[in-house]
């Protein structure tokens, strides 16, 4: 019976399923950044979390503003986020293609 509720039966279902899929996309790469930011916290790299958080941010979405950045040695710390960042932020965006290919809007002979 709740197979039979999630089946993807329908537009309303179809819609359902991408903003499931972004909203789990989200969750995941917010989840990385607040590991991010308590790291850098943990390792006394920054004196509280709002910066630390902060910093994460900026960091794992390349923005790199250079408002706040760390000690020298933990720069290459850093680096790694952003590439951490980058490649998560691809290979999610991959995902949610893939899976608009599936169910969503992408689907071969329907368009938006």
Avoid: C, K, Q
């Amino acid at each position: 019976r709740l197979v039979a509720f999630f089946r993807m039966h329908g537009r309303r279902s179809r819609v359902l399923a991408m903003i499931s899929v972004v909203m789990g996309l989200f969750a995941v790469m917010t989840a990385e950044v607040w590991l991010w930011a308590g790291i850098y916290r943990l390792l006394g790299i920054f004196s509280d979390f709002e910066t630390a958080l902060y910093f994460s941010t900026i960091t794992f979405s390349t923005v790199g503003y250079g408002d706040v950045v760390p000690a020298h040695g933990w720069r290459v710390l850093a680096a790694l986020e952003g590439i951490n960042g980058f490649l998560l932020i691809g290979w999610s965006t991959a995902y949610l293609i893939a899976a608009g290919t599936r169910v969503g809007p992408f689907r071969v002979g329907e368009h938006f």
